[in-house]
């Protein structure tokens, strides 16, 4: 089982500069999400799905847009890079009948 | 959702059990207790959630207190694999957020 897949694993970027960040799922859940974890911190919420066609900010969504065109894919785009995204991004997607998310392995961006 | 209480770090000696402690004294009636754990690099794993009644897994324990109040994660048999940061997280069942606190960073020593 692949789970969820993230690509790519890592990333640099200059600022300005724009990229997305993949996110694919296998499980045929509805549900999706982005977080972004600052060195010792927890993770924060950036954007979230519950299905395709429909998404919704977290607590954290400036500088990042998100779009759910399939129920398998959840992109994350960074129109304009900042150093403050230097961050590591995991995605999630969750299945409703335990309430369980899943994670993918993560992508670490660097903004210099 | 309710706000939880871990401490930041302990120890734990391979080969025995590790009693993780959680405390959520404004846990709501309608609230699950959820734990995972991230080990170093990887993303957040799941364990084990329960809403009362203890629960088991393959991977670990849950105990929640009769008042729900308090809960304990035990990992039978720790082993070096298990060295990770530990989330007890509360949250409603259909809440889509998970709201991650600082965690309890567990070391399991040979």
């Known amino acids: 089982n692949a789970g969820v897949t993230q690509t790519p694993k890592f990333q640099v970027l200059k600022t300005g500069q724009s990229m997305t960040l993949q996110c694919a799922q296998d499980m045929n859940h509805e549900y999706m999400s982005w977080y972004r974890q600052d060195p010792g911190m927890g993770l924060r919420l950036i954007h979230y799905?519950?299905?395709?066609?429909?998404?919704d900010q977290g607590e954290v969504p400036n500088g990042y847009n998100v779009s759910r065109s399939t129920t398998e894919d959840f992109p994350l785009r960074l129109l304009s890079a900042a150093p403050s995204q230097t961050s590591v991004y995991f995605c999630?997607?969750?299945?409703?009948?335990?309430?369980?998310?899943?994670f993918g392995a993560g992508t670490r961006l660097s903004v210099l | 959702d309710a706000k939880t209480t871990q401490p930041t770090s302990m120890d734990c000696a391979e080969g025995r059990a590790a009693n993780l402690p959680c405390n959520h004294s404004t846990i709501s009636g309608n609230e699950y207790v959820y734990w995972y754990r991230q080990i170093h690099s990887q993303g957040p794993q799941y364990i084990i959630h329960g809403l009362k009644n203890n629960e088991t897994n393959e991977m670990a324990s849950l105990i929640i207190t009769e008042d729900r109040k308090s809960s304990t994660l035990i990992l039978p048999h720790a082993t070096l694999r298990d060295t990770a940061v530990y989330y007890c997280?509360?949250?409603?069942?259909?809440?889509?957020?998970?709201?991650f606190g600082a965690g309890t960073t567990v070391t399991v020593r040979a």
């Open positions: 799905s519950v299905g395709a066609g429909i998404t």
């Open positions: 999630a997607s969750k299945e409703t009948a335990q309430n369980i998310q899943y």
């Open positions: 997280i509360v949250r409603a069942f259909n809440d889509y957020k998970l709201s």
